[in-house]
């Protein structure tokens, strides 16, 4: 069954505290990786796609990578302003997207 | 551009009672789509549609009906609301050969 799970489900760092989000996947003919940031109370919002293993994207604190198995979101000497719900989702070879149920990262000064 | 909106934002019902949800866009997307967010799961696709005219059913879309008559507007009905579909909805579009989801900000609904 196609699957995707994020790890952990909760995060906090301290201000400048650098760490790495999870997202693993079991999905056959992986068509597309994506991971939005999600604001309480507001809509998802896309940072990334990545379409194939070894391909990584970065904006401004963040990048993205992916492997056969795993994505991971780093956030590099993170801000108050990056605390969010961090969403990923995976197109199978079908127009649906499976999004995981989110890390919630929090950002403390 | 006012990107996706969604009305209302919030809303209460009782068991039994219909109702639609706004959702439009103005950025000439091609492809929409309705998802349904409780918590300690994910985004869950209840119906989507690929242009004016032709819809289809996500994962989850026992209890709503939508239509699609213009690319701007893609409205969800509840048909006879139930408690279990208390949840926060959102509509999205994506450009065509993108995947690329841009979201509106969310209706929170209530059955009681």
């Known amino acids: 069954e196609d699957q995707v799970t994020q790890s952990p489900e909760a995060l906090r760092l301290q201000e400048g505290e650098s760490s790495s989000l999870n997202c693993s996947y079991t999905v056959s003919g992986l068509r597309g990786l994506f991971w939005y940031r999600q604001d309480p109370g507001k809509g998802p919002e896309f940072l990334f796609t990545?379409?194939?293993a070894g391909e990584e994207k970065e904006k401004e604190r963040l990048k993205a990578t992916l492997t056969k198995k795993e994505s991971f979101l780093h956030i590099t000497a993170p801000k108050p302003e990056d605390s969010a719900t961090y969403l990923c989702a995976v197109r199978r070879n079908t127009d649906k997207l499976i999004f995981g149920t989110g890390t919630r990262l929090q950002v403390f000064p | 551009n006012a990107g996706v909106t969604q009305t209302p934002k919030f809303q209460v019902l009782k068991t039994g009672q219909s109702m639609t949800l706004q959702c439009a866009q103005d950025?000439?997307?091609?492809?929409m789509s309705w998802y349904r967010q409780d918590p300690g799961m994910g985004l869950r696709l209840i119906h989507y549609s690929v242009g004016a005219g032709i819809t289809d059913q996500g994962e989850v879309p026992n209890g709503y009906n939508v239509s699609r008559s213009t690319t701007e507007d893609f409205p969800l009905r509840l048909l006879s609301a139930a408690p279990s579909q208390t949840s926060v909805y959102f509509c999205a579009s994506t450009p065509g050969g993108s995947y690329e989801q841009y979201f509106g900000p969310g209706t929170r609904l209530t059955v009681t």
């Open positions: 990545l379409y194939s």
């Open positions: 950025m000439n997307h091609e492809y």
